[in-house]
């Protein structure tokens, strides 16, 4: 018998409790693009569709327990950050990088609003973690965060992703899910020293939670997948946008819903 090893993918992140987005979702897009998900729980937030109530936050060696468990076993492609409650707990990862165990790392800069005490300590700390990322996927409000100040245009968009990579990823997506130009929704791409824009039908939807940790975590799982990086990011951008699409006429939840990563709405051809 052929043995056979799936590609693995690790996500570093916080679990959300309405599934909607954080791990939950990295591991149905991971399962959606035919990649194996690993996890590392930074943090546990209990949260629904329409706000976040608390947070608690997984200690540094938790964290670092849990890497080490992983990494020592499984034959990890990819990796994908995204929450962190506090800047101790990006200190076990950053540690882990800079000893080259992390490949193909995809950071997801996510800054959540509600329920985290140090919000730009975690900015700082996930600045010096950039520099050991493949792609950083922000968004406009992250990339402002990052930047300190405020991504408002298209061009700015490209001008913050150009910013980034010279503070370290080789490839940077600034998205712009919350832009409203025309019928287009915009994210502003810098990538092999060329800036350029992803553009995609913007769809009128009340679901889109979990959008930014489908995305990321679908360039993960393509690069598990030995793609090119333009490639995973223009896959990325294309399961996101038939994601929402097809989460059109779900109601799940009170609050904007998750989307249908997995395509279980799609239309039968
Ligand atoms: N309504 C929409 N229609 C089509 N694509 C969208 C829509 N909202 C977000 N996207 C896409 O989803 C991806 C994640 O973007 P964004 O929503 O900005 O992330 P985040 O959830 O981190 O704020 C981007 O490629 C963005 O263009
Ligand atoms: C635990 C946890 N909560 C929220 C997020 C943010 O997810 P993201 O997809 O980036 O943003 P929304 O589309 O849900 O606003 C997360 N990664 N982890």
Redesign the pocket.
């Known amino acids: 018998m052929t043995e056979v090893t799936p590609p693995v993918v690790l996500s570093i992140?916080?679990?959300?409790s309405s599934g909607?987005?954080?791990?939950q979702?990295d591991l149905r897009t991971f399962a959606a693009v035919g990649a194996y998900g690993a996890t590392v729980v930074t943090?546990v937030?209990a949260?629904n569709t329409r706000a976040?109530a608390d947070v608690l936050e997984m200690t540094p060696p938790v964290i670092a327990g849990q890497l080490k468990a992983v990494l020592d076993d499984l034959p990890v492609a990819a990796v994908k950050t995204?929450?962190f409650a506090s800047a101790d707990g990006i200190g076990e990862v950053l540690a882990r990088a800079k000893a080259g165990a992390l490949p193909n790392l995809v950071v997801?800069p996510?800054l959540?609003n509600e329920g985290i005490k140090s919000r730009r300590q975690i900015a700082m700390a996930l600045e010096r973690l950039l520099p050991y990322a493949l792609v950083a996927t922000p968004?406009r409000e992250e990339a402002s965060a990052l930047l300190g100040w405020q991504v408002a245009t298209p061009a700015d968009m490209a001008q913050a992703a150009r910013e980034l990579v010279s503070g370290g990823p080789q490839y940077v997506v600034v998205t712009g899910?919350d832009l409203v130009v025309g019928t287009e929704a915009l994210d502003a791409v810098w990538a092999a020293g060329e800036e350029r824009y992803m553009s995609a039908p913007r769809i009128t939807a009340r679901n889109?939670?979990?959008?930014?940790?489908?995305?990321?975590a679908a360039i993960a799982a393509r690069l598990a997948h030995g793609d090119a990086v333009v490639d995973a990011l223009t896959y990325a951008k294309g399961l996101v946008g038939r994601a929402i699409q097809d989460a059109s006429d779900w109601r799940l939840g009170s609050g904007p819903g998750p989307i249908d990563v997995c395509g279980w709405s799609a239309p039968v051809i």
């Not at 992140?13 to 959300?16: A, F």
């Not at 889109?208 to 990321?216: E, K, M, P």
């Open positions: 992140g916080g679990s959300d909607g987005s954080g791990l979702a943090a937030v949260k976040a995204g929450m997801d996510v959540l968004n899910g889109v939670l979990g959008s930014g940790a489908v995305f990321s």
